[in-house]
């Protein structure tokens, strides 16, 4: 969803009226809106008709096999083990998810020589680095590090990498994607205190239009599989737009950190929401400057929600043992907090360089069976202060 109005290419004057080509014949013209005919929409218009389909099949599964029966615990994956293959699609080692959302990662090695669409919610992708485009009917985005990338709920798209790698987390919603609601007035402005505002929101940069006939293979996930179908015809055919719904980016290095005397609570670091999650921005900031301010985090229980953390870059406060591109989960059930010597050793210290994605889930997250693959199984025991102490 985009946070206002935007409109890119040609358009009539009016909305549903006729909409001529130079030749006569008539654009097709597109409404595409959420919650039925409440929430966002855009109006587009396209040189064919987005329904004409020539061949429609059933590709795969997207079901994923998760653990059962495991002990509550806090949970390390070191996604630089991953393995890097395929493109931004089909390259994607989902970690965790449940009924809201997937999360994951991809380090794309190949282009994409077709399109997708995902048919049952938003996907963000945040660029933990490198450079390239995201070509959508929509218009085309350049990315780079720093990156949210949000693509709405039936975007066709398709990611193109630069040279050198790239590297995104995804976030595969059920819902949609959005701003917190607290930072909006009634009419959807973004208020002073937002930690962002909408100069730091892009958009599509340049409409470009394919007036092409042919086959063009569209993959869409929807409703746990992936589906084939070919169009006659390119699906970036759209000479016009407008509306609230589209692709939008936000780049972390725009999120200005909201800070006090002494230690802040996590929502003020909420930069995105879904349904039954948000998503978070740990960023370089100055610490409390309190007298007597303790700047590591307390320990505390999420009693209602999982906490997920995705480090970015520099060295975070609270923890030890973690590296760049590691996912840590604790869930609710159990406290969690810095690691011995951590409360300590942030006494006195100015600011911290530390750079981190948190999504904090409402529901339970499950763990998929093969990121067992990049674990690190001994993450639980790592808040023991006692060399001699045995775990058993």
């Not at 013209?29 to 929430?39: A, D, H, R």
């Amino acid at each position: 969803m985009g946070m206002f109005y935007r409109h890119m290419g040609e358009l009539p004057h009016k909305r549903h009226v006729q909409f001529r080509k130079k030749d006569g014949s008539l654009y097709r013209e597109q409404v595409m809106g959420t919650k039925g005919f409440s929430g966002t929409q855009s109006i587009l218009y396209h040189h064919y008709m987005p329904t004409e389909v020539g061949h429609s099949a059933l590709s795969h599964s997207c079901q994923l096999q998760y653990e059962e029966d495991v002990a509550l615990s806090h949970r390390h994956f070191r996604t630089k083990e991953n393995k890097k293959s395929g493109d931004a699609i089909s390259g994607r080692n989902f970690i965790l998810g449940n009924e809201d959302l997937l999360i994951g990662v991809v380090s794309p090695t190949e282009k994409m020589d077709y399109f997708y669409r995902n048919g049952d919610g938003d996907e963000m992708l945040f660029v933990h680095y490198g450079t390239g485009k995201i070509e959508t009917m929509f218009g085309t985005i350049h990315y780079r590090k720093g990156d949210y990338v949000t693509i709405p709920i039936g975007t066709i798209y398709r990611v193109i990498p630069d040279e050198g790698e790239t590297k995104f987390l995804v976030v595969e919603a059920n819902s949609q994607i959005t701003t917190p609601r607290r930072y909006r007035n009634e009419y959807g402005q973004l208020l002073e205190h937002s930690p962002f505002c909408e100069r730091d929101l892009r958009g599509p940069e340049k409409l470009e239009t394919y007036d092409e006939k042919g086959d063009f293979v569209v993959m869409t996930k929807s409703r746990g599989y992936m589906h084939k179908h070919v169009l006659g015809h390119h699906p970036l055919d759209v000479v016009g737009w407008d509306g609230y719904l589209y692709p939008w980016v936000f780049n972390v290095e725009d999120f200005e950190p909201i800070t006090g005397r002494i230690h802040q609570p996590p929502p003020v670091h909420q930069t995105f929401e879904g349904h039954n999650f948000v998503i978070c921005s740990f960023v370089p900031r100055l610490y409390d400057y309190h007298p007597e301010s303790i700047p590591a985090p307390y320990y505390h229980s999420n009693v209602n929600s999982d906490e997920v953390l995705y480090y970015v870059e520099g060295n975070f406060m609270s923890r030890k043992g973690v590296e760049e591109g590691s996912i840590t989960l604790h869930p609710s059930g159990i406290p969690h907090g810095p690691h011995p010597g951590k409360t300590e050793a942030s006494i006195g210290k100015k600011e911290t360089l530390e750079l981190a994605v948190m999504i904090d889930t409402f529901r339970p997250l499950r763990i998929v069976k093969q990121a067992h693959e990049t674990e690190d199984e001994k993450y639980m025991y790592s808040w023991i202060e006692q060399d001699s102490y045995t775990v058993k």
